[in-house]
């Protein structure tokens, strides 16, 4: 296990904001990528995930909780790795489902992620980067195609957009 996947609990800091729908951050990008399979657990702030890198096909499991905050730049976050048998029996409880790949990019020596979301939410761009400290997160310039900090925005979390219809996100969109 590498130490990535040991880091069961920690302090996320991290900002978000919409990407230009014109394609130009294609440019900026890795080849590599990661495919995210999630389900929100309804009544709960669990998150099921299958990840699955783009090169090797390796596939993760896990169970994921993002705790409360005073601030949308930062929160606890949870994370138990999971046999295939522990993802079946927690993937049989109900819960909205979102899917998207990830993309990522290095700008001004920091790594950027660009998720493109599919399915009702096809269209839909986010840019996001972590950070180890508030100070540090909040000195982050983000990349010339980032049109807009959504960092403090709710509709755009990922327990939100599971549950939210193209409607929906195309009047949101219209709004910002």
Known sequence: MDSE???YTR???ERRFLVSSDGSW????????KTYEDKYLRHSRLRLRV??????KRRVLKLNK???STSSYFRTVSRILLSPEEYELLFSLE???LTKVRHYCNHLGRVFSIDVFSGELDGLLICETEADSLEDLMSAEPP????REITTDSFFDGGNLCRTTREDLLRKLGEV
């Open 95 to 97: 819960g909205d489902r």
């Open 11 to 13: 302090v996320e800091y």
């Open 51 to 56: 990840l699955t890198d783009s090169d090797s």
């Open 66 to 68: 993002k705790f409360e």
């Open 144 to 147: 010339p195609y980032a049109t």
């Open 26 to 33: 294609r440019n900026s990008v890795e080849s590599y990528s």
């Open 5 to 7: 996947e040991s880091k």
